[in-house]
């Protein structure tokens, strides 16, 4: 899936770098100037440097906060299902008694 995702990217990106008009219909003339000239300085120089650097700081480390978090808890979530099909599968007996070929084993 991940394949698939990163080959569609790269295709849009290839098509709409070579299509001008694709790339104007997803931001105006106008809006892109004023990106260019004022949204991306203003980024930078709204806030002095250290100021800048605690906000920047703290946003990735809450970023990689959540991202820790929710491989915690999707991880914590696969092993309880692991855990609890093995909980599952001790209650069976008749799965014991089989034997590979589907017969009942005579021990």
Not at 39 to 57: S, V
Not at 74 to 98: I, K
């Amino acid at each position: 899936m991940a394949t698939a995702f990163s080959g569609l990217t790269a295709f849009l990106i290839w098509f709409v770098a070579g299509n001008p008009d694709t790339a104007a219909a997803f931001v105006g003339p106008e809006a892109a100037r004023q990106l260019v000239d004022s949204g991306f300085a203003g980024y930078y120089t709204e806030f002095a440097a250290p100021t800048f650097a605690f906000h920047l700081w703290t946003h990735n480390a809450w970023l990689a906060a959540q991202c820790l978090a929710a491989g915690v808890l999707v991880g914590a979530g696969a092993l309880a299902a692991v855990a609890e099909r093995a909980q599952h599968r001790r209650g069976r007996r008749s799965d014991d008694l089989l034997r590979p070929g589907g017969r009942l084993s005579s021990a």
